[in-house]
């Protein structure tokens, strides 16, 4: 698992959002680094927990900013917002009561999807709004 490094597919040209990209990055990297130092469950648990809640304010940021200025494809990207959420909140149900379970493959496939969805979906609102003066 390595080191998640901020590159250009992953910048969407809204700074804002930009900025709550980077930080949770930082915070998965944070989460990846408690795992590969063998952290206990309940320390991993607590960091995916402030993960989730960061999360749950970065999606909310963008919705309000598709809604606001009427992006077409808002039903879609919320609906893979809430999946990931779901996920999440699976993993961390997971890590905390489950027995046996395997940090580091929980959060390899929670980072992929992220990323997923980070170089795709999120790169569609970022010229809409650019469009009508939001950077
Ligand atoms: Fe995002
Ligand atoms: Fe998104």
Avoid: K
């Amino acid at each position: 698992m390595t080191l998640l490094t901020w590159n250009h597919a992953c910048t969407v040209g809204v700074r804002a959002m930009d900025d709550q990209h980077g930080i949770l990055m930082d915070a998965m990297n944070e989460l990846r680094l408690a795992v590969v130092h063998g952290c206990g469950r309940e320390q991993v648990s607590e960091l995916l927990d402030r993960l989730i809640e960061f999360t749950r304010m970065h999606f909310w940021s963008e919705e309000q900013l598709m809604e606001q200025s009427g992006f077409h494809g808002l039903a879609e990207h919320r609906a893979q917002h809430h999946s990931i959420l779901a996920q999440m909140l699976q993993s961390a149900h997971r890590v905390q009561y489950g027995e046996g379970v395997e940090l580091g493959s929980i959060l390899c496939s929670l980072r992929e999807g992220y990323i997923e969805h980070i170089e795709g979906l999120d790169q569609q609102y970022g010229p809409w709004l650019n469009e009508r003066g939001v950077h």
